[in-house]
């Protein structure tokens, strides 16, 4: 486990410089990392949104219960 680790830690190192000196990548990478986050908060936007249709759906169905 700690030969995995030590090995993920040197890529991402080498990663990191690969990047760092290549201007294309650089832009490339950050494009990606926004486009990653614009889709993380899609997803999360409509997750919200299902847990509130269905939370005022079971409001609405114990309102017509008590009545």
């Not at 993920?8 to 190192?13: E, K, S, Y």
């Not at 410089?17 to 294309?24: M, R």
């Amino acid at each position: 486990m700690e030969k995995f680790i030590i090995g993920v830690a040197v890529g991402m190192a080498a990663g990191a410089l690969i990047v760092a000196n290549n201007c294309k990548l650089r832009n490339l990478v950050k494009k990606n990392q926004e486009d990653l986050m614009e889709k993380a908060e899609n997803y999360i936007d409509s997750k919200l949104e299902q847990m509130d249709k269905t939370s005022q759906n079971k409001k609405s169905q114990k309102s017509a219960e008590n009545n």
